[in-house]
């Protein structure tokens, strides 16, 4: 539960099953966080081995983040959490 139990940890893993997305694509799909904490959180996840990222040397830069094996390995987990909250999702 250390690797991903905090709010943004699942999200940004469950955004990753799709494939690599760039830094910005991957921030818009979760538009709560702020730039600051999505920062913390891929720098978390990348030092525990769960991501992995790629840096372009382009002006502007840019960066790529995916899905280590380790990370993948939580996929039946995270599809898990998605499909338990689908249906018991409050309003």
Same mark, same amino acid.
């Given at each position: 539960?250390?690797? &991903?139990g905090? $709010?943004?940890?699942?999200?940004?893993?469950?955004? #990753?099953?799709e494939?690599? +997305?760039? /830094?910005? *694509?991957?921030?818009?799909?979760?538009?709560? &966080?702020?730039? $600051?904490?999505?920062?913390q959180?891929?720098?978390? #996840?990348?030092?525990?081995g +769960?991501? /992995?990222? *790629?840096?372009?040397?382009?002006?502007?830069?840019k960066?790529?983040y995916?899905?280590?094996n380790?990370?993948?390995? #939580?996929?039946?987990?995270l599809?898990?959490?998605? *499909?338990?909250?689908?249906?018991?999702?409050?309003?």
């Open positions: 539960m250390n690797l &991903i905090t $709010k943004w940890k699942p999200l940004i893993l469950f955004h #990753l099953l494939g690599s +997305l760039r /830094s910005g *694509k991957l921030q818009k799909k979760i538009p709560e &966080i702020s730039n $600051k904490m999505f920062t959180t891929v720098r978390d #996840l990348e030092k525990d +769960l991501i /992995s990222r *790629k840096v372009f040397p382009v002006v502007p830069p960066v790529k995916s899905l280590t380790k990370g993948k390995s #939580l996929e039946d987990i599809r898990s959490l998605d *499909k338990w909250g689908s249906e018991n999702y409050l309003d």
